[in-house]
């Protein structure tokens, strides 16, 4: 019988409140077990970003939980940081490749919940195991998250890297957003953080402060009207600026949502982030595509391909990038060269990166709520 389908039977009966070893025996089978079972899809490393924040806590009190964490503490750098693209289920094949890659501190970074991830997965274990081997990790984490920002507020996708696009304000990829959420749990000692001295809050704190104060300073004015922000800006003078090749500077429809989503969830906002909230809504508003939708095809060469068709019924989408002059959707190949079509652009960019999406909808549903809180 499935150990989960066991379980959730013998939940609806008395055995489980009166036998708690063999509740703690299902649920550790049941732990195990899954992760073996990732394991043996040799699922990616997104996959460690997305289903680390998942796992339950009792999966905390298992051996393979500290499995796990060797291999993230294998990972961790020199500066505290880790780098991104590992998946950390996986024990790796080999341990001299391993150091290599531990060892270059210019691959510590933010990018691809990187970092964030790793210091919320030790706290988790420190909270059931109280090893101090994993709470010393995971401040060493924060510690390299409190060095890593910019005096100006802003955080680069990689540091120490120093060239290159990486050190630029990044919010592509929601890099320095998912800092500042970690950082307000570590701030509201919120768990997984209550182990965390006042002074480690405080200095979370002021690091949120100087954050908002920079998303406040990078938002884009367009002929004098507050509206949204690029994936990233420029570390000194907090113009929009370029990354990859694909990645011009231009308004961006998917990261700016999660940036006035945080806004929309600070306590007693001012009046100036307030104004940065309203403009940004009406710029989602002002900036939504109508009448059309993505869907999947088989094209000429028997490939799976996508494609913009029209839909009559279908919700307003937003484009991952807007032109920063007249606000117009473009797409854009390794070539670097804007097209206002997504059949322009290669085969490869073209199903190998989200143009289009529907990030606005999660705006909205915030926003409502946010009316309401402000107006109380």
Request: aromatic letters at 12%; hydrophobic letters at 35%; glycine letters at 4%.
């Amino acid at each position: 019988m499935d150990l989960v389908l066991l379980y959730t039977h013998l939940k609806q009966t008395t055995i489980l409140k009166t036998h708690k070893s063999m509740k703690n025996l299902i649920l550790t089978a049941i732990a195990v077990c899954s992760l073996n079972t990732i394991q043996a899809q040799e699922i990616s490393y997104k996959k460690w970003v997305k289903e680390a924040p998942r796992l339950e806590d009792s999966f905390f009190t298992t051996p393979k939980a500290k499995e796990v964490a060797e291999t993230v503490l294998l990972y961790q750098q020199p500066t505290g940081g880790w780098p991104k693209n590992i998946n950390f289920f996986q024990t790796p094949d080999n341990k001299e490749k391993a150091l290599e890659i531990k060892n270059d501190v210019n691959a510590s970074t933010i990018d691809n919940g990187a970092t964030t991830t790793e210091i919320i997965y030790l706290s988790r274990l420190y909270n059931a195991t109280h090893d101090e081997t994993y709470k010393e990790a995971a401040i060493r984490g924060l510690d390299y998250l409190f060095e890593a920002q910019y005096e100006n507020g802003g955080w680069p996708q990689f540091y120490p890297r120093p060239k290159g696009y990486y050190v630029q304000i990044t919010y592509n990829d929601n890099a320095m957003i998912n800092v500042m959420n970690l950082l307000r749990d570590v701030s509201n000692g919120k768990s997984p953080f209550t182990y965390l001295p006042e002074s480690t809050r405080q200095k979370a704190q002021k690091a949120i402060d100087k954050g908002v104060e920079c998303i406040l300073k990078t938002q884009v004015k367009q002929h004098g009207k507050l509206t949204v922000w690029c994936a990233q800006h420029d570390r000194e003078t907090f113009a929009p600026a370029k990354a990859r090749a694909y990645e011009l500077p231009s308004l961006s429809g998917a990261e700016s949502a999660n940036i006035v989503i945080y806004l929309m969830q600070l306590p007693n906002p001012s009046a100036e982030v307030i104004q940065s909230i309203e403009s940004a809504v009406q710029w989602f508003k002002d900036s939504e595509i109508k009448g059309i939708k993505i869907e999947s095809f088989i094209n000429k060469d028997g490939k799976k391909d996508r494609r913009v068709a029209p839909c009559e019924d279908c919700k307003p989408m937003w484009a991952r990038f807007y032109e920063l002059e007249t606000n117009r959707p473009f797409f854009c190949d390794r070539d670097g060269i804007k097209r206002y079509h997504l059949s322009e652009i290669g085969y490869e960019r073209r199903n190998g990166y989200s143009w289009l999406n529907r990030s606005g909808e999660n705006v909205y549903k915030e926003y409502a709520q946010w009316q309401k809180r402000i107006r109380k």
